[in-house]
């Protein structure tokens, strides 16, 4: 007697149970209204809520001040993708812990290719591509060209297309206020970058074709406009940035070749004999050579790198070095991606000074 | 040639003055027979780095060393605390443990942190190569203090060390204040060590030139001159092939040591050889 009611109970139990998890399952979906963005980068999360607004709750699996290359796939990272709606990623051959998280996450609708699957390098012209099949000889080459594209706030505007494309075939019915905030956001990467006097005259689209070109400057510099050469109505971060371009700088590794090619930076060379090679002795002499015979002044290190060998080589030759986020949020007060640009621009522009 | 010895001098001078001290504690490491109390001291010290590298102190600033020191004073203590005249559990095992557990701390922590990965391995491996010379005259300075600290006292250390049932004996339970004393200082040494060589290139230091000293002589002055000799050698072939070669340096004079014992023991071998063939000689004459 007593066992049978024991056994009624336990059934009991798990029909109560099952019946809850249903309900409750089908309750937490019933509720969610907003769409989940999922980014591997911390900057595609930045660039993503601005184009989503409120309609998106975003959040990112490397942290800004992490590498990139390097990044240990965490259960909790594929608790965030089985959510997701909206997953981006670059989409060359950087985040190659990626497809094991993707995996992991068994949700189909953001395998590579579904709809749910943001490229944000679609389309973006790439700089370093390799000119022979590279092998593991050559170091850590990336085979598609330089992943890095972040470093340009124009390629931002490329990376926010590609990303307002996934928003509004995730949830088409959006579309019309992804469009408004995509707008926004282009117009105020343009200002920022240009200032407004230039994108007032010639929009931002010319301005960036240009600065892709390499013919902006010069153009300003020579062209007129009411009795002044239109380099006076230059404002922005490429204002901000004159005081820096045209000089010559040391990277760590070939992180900032976007951000060099806009801003008129002559990276001469890496501290990495290869990429993602350590530092060797013989290297870090030879560049120690050459800091000295190019006197170069400024030595740029993301901020996840190790500091012992460009410390020493700072104390060696007495150049600044540099040791800035690659990334939003790598660093406190780093929160959006405007504050990443501002953050670099001043940082330089500082370590320049100094330096006489 | 010249362009090479210059950029080489700083990683040799931290070399030379890492070893000058560790020569003379290996021989009484070797000595109390606890091998691997540097080792676990050691990756105490480097837990405690990698707790100050999580919340956000970079191992350069003087609170990294402050962390560092701070585990290196509970692991001198329990160290001191276990060294009992009769052991339930073998003191070797406790260190073995501490040494372990140190370890997987150190990992879960720098688990948590974004490079934390890089982190160990730097710990691990040391980053001698890139010293700079603020360094080299902070740990010379650290260095000559506990030197002197050590000589001012080698009395007592001398006896706590080779005859501790006799100091018991004598001093009663004092000897454990000695002993907490030797440790400490040993463990600041090894802290500044760490920081600058990593855990493998300390431990060897600590242990190879020492024990290379105890296979030809039993005299203090004698195996501190034999241990200065070995480690002299084996870090200027170790730096020059690091170079060379593009090895980090430190595991390569950590192998450069290894094959100094195996010599040191074949030379000793070869030459008890030739000693007694000399005498069965000189006996059958």
């Known amino acids: 007697m007593r066992y049978k009611s024991l056994k009624g109970f336990w059934l009991v139990s798990l029909y109560l149970l099952l019946l809850l998890s249903i309900i409750g399952s089908g309750y937490g979906q019933h509720h969610r209204t907003d769409i989940s963005v999922v980014a591997s980068l911390p900057c595609y999360a930045s660039i993503a809520k601005y184009i989503g607004g409120d309609l998106v709750i975003v959040d990112h699996i490397a942290a800004g001040n992490q590498d990139p290359h390097f990044v240990q796939p965490k259960p909790s990272y594929a608790r965030m993708l089985t959510r997701a709606d909206l997953f981006i990623t670059t989409g060359l051959d950087l985040e190659l812990w990626v497809p094991t998280i993707i995996d992991k996450a068994r949700n189909k609708k953001i395998f590579e290719g579904a709809v749910g699957y943001v490229s944000a390098a679609t389309d973006i012209s790439l ?66 970058m240009f200032g407004d006097e230039l994108v007032d005259m010639f929009g931002g689209e010319v301005l960036s074709k240009m600065v892709m070109s390499g013919t902006l400057i010069s153009f300003l510099q ?119 640009i501002n953050c670099w621009i001043d940082r330089l522009n500082e370590a320049f000074k100094l330096s006489g | 040639m010249s362009e090479i010895l210059i950029f080489m001098l700083p990683p040799f001078v931290a070399c030379i003055a890492i070893l000058s001290i560790h020569a003379y504690l290996g021989i009484h490491v070797l000595e ?61 095992a406790i260190i ?25 391995k730097e710990i691990l491996m040391g980053s001698i190569l890139w010293i700079t010379w603020p360094t080299i005259l902070k740990i ?79 005299k203090w002055l004698t195996k501190l001159m034999i241990g200065w000799v070995v480690g002299l050698f084996a870090s200027i072939l170790g730096l020059y092939t690091s170079y060379a070669l593009d090895f980090p340096s430190g595991p390569t004079i950590v192998c450069f040591l290894g094959i100094s014992l195996v010599l040191a023991g074949f030379i000793k071998t070869v030459w008890i050889r030739k000693n007694r063939v000399v005498s069965s000689a000189s006996l059958k004459v």
């Not at chain 2, 080779?162 to 090894?190: H, M, N, P, T």
């Open chain 2, 32 to 92: 109390r027979e606890i091998i691997f109390v540097d080792l676990a001291l050691a990756q105490i010290a480097a837990l405690g780095t990698t707790v100050g590298f999580l919340l956000g102190i970079h191992v350069e600033d003087s609170l990294s060393f402050v962390f560092s020191f701070g585990f290196v004073f509970f692991g001198a203590a329990i160290f001191a605390l276990t060294r009992m005249r009769h052991q339930t559990i073998p003191q070797e």
């Open chain 1, 222 to 340: 020579t062209k007129e406009y009411g009795g002044e050469k239109l380099i006076s109505k230059l404002g922005g971060w490429l204002s901000k940035g004159m005081p820096f371009r045209g000089k010559k700088v040391m990277c760590y590794h070939k992180n900032w070749n976007y951000f060099a090619r806009d801003f008129g930076l002559e990276i001469i060379d890496y501290i990495e004999p290869k990429p993602g090679i350590p530092p060797t002795a013989k290297h870090v002499k030879e560049v120690i050579e050459e800091i000295e015979k190019q006197d170069i002044r400024v030595m740029i290190v993301a901020n996840y790198f190790e500091r012992n060998s460009p410390k020493m080589i700072a104390e060696r030759t007495g150049i600044k070095d540099v040791f800035i986020p690659l990334d939003v949020a790598g660093e406190s007060d780093v929160n959006t991606y405007f504050d990443l």
């Open chain 1, 127 to 192: 700089v370093d591509k390799p000119l022979v099949n590279p092998d593991r000889s050559m170091g850590d080459v990336h085979v598609y060209g330089n992943p890095h594209i972040h470093t340009s706030p124009l390629n931002a505007k490329l990376i926010a297309e590609n990303i307002l494309i996934g928003l509004k075939k995730v949830s088409p019915e959006n579309s019309a206020i992804y469009d408004d905030n995509y707008k926004e956001f282009v117009n105020q990467i343009d200002r920022s």
């Open chain 2, 96 to 120: 073995g443990i501490v040494y372990a557990v140190a370890t997987a701390g150190a990992i879960l922590v720098a688990d948590r942190a974004p490079g934390g990965a890089e982190h160990i």
């Open chain 2, 140 to 218: 010379m300075v650290v260095y000559f203090l506990v030197a002197g600290f050590h000589w001012a006292l080698r009395k007592k250390f001398l006896i706590i060390t080779e005859d501790y049932e006799q100091a018991v004996l004598e001093q009663g339970l004092r000897v454990k204040l000695w002993d907490f004393l030797f440790y400490i200082s040993f463990g600041i040494v090894i802290v500044m060590s760490v920081r600058v060589a990593g855990i493998m290139l300390v431990f060897s230091f600590l242990v190879v030139p020492a024990a290379v000293s105890m296979i030809f002589s039993k």
